[in-house]
């Protein structure tokens, strides 16, 4: 059995940055793509971030791309989301998954494990 716990959430304000972590329990973290998620209120739950297995391959949603970094540690079983220059649109709570691949899809359909959320506010 796979857990994922997100930290890093907090409130920042426009134009700051925040980092997100996911740390992984199990034995398929370096076997398995992750991704970052995200859920705003009223909102469907929508793709931000995927990672491939050595990190080299990442994907961004076109709404972060330029302003947040994925990133992972294989050595600590943890998944990074460097998020810069913040927009108020950037507010919802962030979900880590992990990918029942060694690839990754945009849909949450495609991963197995999920954290419980952190939440991110960005005030203006």
């Known amino acids: 059995q796979v857990q994922l716990v997100e930290s890093g959430g907090g409130l920042v304000q426009t134009g700051g940055s925040l980092r997100l972590s996911c740390a992984a329990s199990?034995?398929?973290?370096?076997?398995?793509?992750m991704g970052w998620f995200r859920q705003a209120p009223g909102k469907e739950r929508e793709f931000v971030a995927a990672?491939?297995?050595?990190?080299?391959?990442?994907d961004y949603v076109d709404s972060v791309k330029g302003r947040f970094t994925i990133s992972r540690d294989n050595a600590k079983n943890t998944v990074y989301l460097q998020m810069n220059s913040q927009k108020p649109e950037d507010a919802a709570v962030y979900y880590c998954?992990?990918?029942?691949?060694?690839?990754?899809?945009?849909?949450?359909?495609?991963?197995?494990?999920w954290g419980q959320g952190t939440q991110v506010t960005v005030s203006s």
């Open positions: 199990g034995r398929t973290f370096s076997s398995r793509a």
């Open positions: 998954a992990q990918s029942g691949w060694t690839t990754w899809r945009r849909s949450s359909d495609g991963y197995d494990y």
């Open positions: 990672i491939g297995l050595r990190g080299y391959n990442t």
